[in-house]
């Protein structure tokens, strides 16, 4: 049961940093695309929001910041997913994933500004990224590691 239970475990980390090692090379192997791809996603927000006049100037200071945050991310998702795989630091790494999906999801998934066929898709993609965010949650409070087996005498010692 203890070989299952371990397996499973780093089947289960696997299973999570996937999509975040791959979405990582991705970004790495298409740079020039993505940083093209944020700088038009940053436009979007800019216009859907062109009625306040606080988030053009945030939005525009964020476009001209484009590189800088898309290396942040590619770092944070990257780090992230690794330390989670290997089990080392995974609440860390899970935070750092969670840190760098809460903007991504909210930027790139904005199914209310959206009709149509289109908006079906960017919601299920948003609530993809909420059960994913879901399943870090999880790794930051309880681990990612097998639960070690308590000692009779800690649990007795505990209701004495």
């Not at 945030?58 to 800088?68: G, M």
């Not at 760098?100 to 790139?108: A, G, S």
Request: aromatic share 10%; with cysteine; hydrophobic share 55%.
């Amino acid at each position: 049961m203890k070989a299952i239970q371990a397996a499973s475990i780093v089947v289960a980390r696997f299973l999570l940093s996937a999509i975040f090692l791959a979405a990582g090379v991705n970004k790495i192997v298409h740079w020039g695309e993505t940083e093209q791809g944020l700088m038009n996603v940053l436009s979007n927000w800019q216009s859907y929001l062109s009625g306040l006049e606080c988030t053009q100037i945030f939005f525009t200071a964020l476009i001209s910041f484009t590189p800088t945050l898309l290396l942040v991310a590619t770092l944070m998702e990257l780090g992230g997913a690794l330390l989670l795989l290997l089990g080392v630091k995974e609440k860390i790494g899970a935070a750092l994933l969670l840190i760098m999906l809460i903007p991504t999801t909210i930027l790139y998934h904005q199914f209310w500004f959206v009709d149509g066929s289109e908006k079906e898709l960017q919601q299920v993609m948003f609530l993809k990224n909420l059960a994913i965010l879901g399943g870090l949650i999880f790794v930051i409070i309880h681990g990612a590691q097998a639960p070690e087996k308590k000692s009779n005498a800690a649990h007795t010692s505990r209701f004495s």
